[in-house]
């Protein structure tokens, strides 16, 4: 995809962006908005690869799937977090999962993404080490044949987006 934005113009725009209340926002609210920043662009992605405005390519669908998975992590922790500041950070999604709906038993934290098949999907594979890296820490390929599909992975970020 060419961008629309001219290189040459973009200088004489100042385009900050700032978190004035960095420093006073909780924790948890800062895990919270990551997991909404990276759902939404993984949305994005798919979005655009089922209208065919970028690239369907396993790649792309790779960048946008590690989005998503890492927005669920940084939801999860954030509530977490939430309710119990001394929690041991790691990055296994199963144990926030099962966590979060030991503290959060009522109906209205129920996810309409498929959370319980994204657990499985991820426990499967080091974590993100797969979406993010052409060969795992030893340098080695990846076994198997592996495939995205965009238009469920498009659907599931709309839900999950929803439940952010």
């Not at 690869?49 to 960048?63: C, D, G, P, Y």
């Not at 144990?95 to 959060?104: D, F, S």
Request: glycine content about 4%; hydrophobic content about 35%.
């Amino acid at each position: 995809m060419i961008s629309k934005i001219s290189l040459e113009n973009i200088e004489q725009f100042s385009i900050p962006t700032y978190s004035w209340d960095y420093n006073d926002t909780p924790v948890s609210v800062k895990f919270m908005l990551s997991a909404e920043a990276n759902i939404e662009i993984a949305r994005f992605i798919f979005e655009q690869m089922v209208l065919e405005n970028i690239k369907r390519s396993f790649w792309h669908a790779k960048s946008g799937a590690y989005l998503l998975t890492h927005s669920i992590e940084l939801f999860l922790k954030g509530c977490i977090l939430y309710k119990d500041l001394g929690v041991k950070m790691n990055h296994k999604l199963s144990e926030y999962y099962k966590k979060y709906k030991e503290m959060y038993v009522d109906e209205q934290y129920a996810f309409l993404g498929d959370i319980d098949n994204l657990v499985k999907y991820i426990e499967n594979i080091p974590h993100s080490q797969y979406e993010r890296y052409p060969v795992d820490s030893k340098g080695k390929e990846w076994q198997g044949n592996y495939s995205i599909d965009i238009s469920i992975f498009y659907q599931q970020s709309v839900k999950f987006e929803k439940d952010i």
